[in-house]
């Protein structure tokens, strides 16, 4: 028997702004924006409700914004890593990420390691990977 990762919750100053960051990045859909929470999925769910345990394991997860009254302060203890395709431009993603309002981040990576550290507008940290097809 195994559970279906269901979502991964992000603490947030600005719940509604860091969801339609975020649906932006990953080309996701909003389904839930109030002040308090906002949500967001891959545009290729299936409505609901899913009644076979298959379908039910195989639909995305999703990112759920929640209000929090303080600052983030220290380093991730979880990250989000990101990958283009290999017919996409890694390097282009980037650009693209940081004209969106992300920022570098040095936690002591080097180009050899192969990806990027970015913090989103809220300085949560994620990576980009090297391109990839699997």
């Known amino acids: 028997m195994a559970l279906r990762w269901y979502t991964i919750v992000v603490d947030s100053l600005d719940p509604q702004a860091q969801a339609r960051w975020w649906a932006q990045v990953l080309d996701w859909a909003l389904v839930f924006d109030t002040p308090e929470e906002a949500v967001i999925i891959p545009k290729d769910v299936p409505p609901g409700p899913l009644d076979d345990l ?68 809220e300085e949560n940290e994620f990576c980009v990977l090297s391109s990839r097809d699997s």
């Open 54 to 121: 298959s379908s039910w394991m195989s639909a995305g997860q999703g990112m759920v914004f929640v209000r929090v009254p303080e600052e983030k302060s220290v380093k991730n203890r979880l990250h989000i890593d990101l990958a283009p395709h290999t017919s996409q431009n890694r390097d282009e993603e980037i650009t693209r990420l940081l004209q969106m309002g992300a920022t570098r981040a040095d936690v002591g990576q080097t180009e050899a390691d192969g990806w990027t550290v970015l913090r989103d507008p």
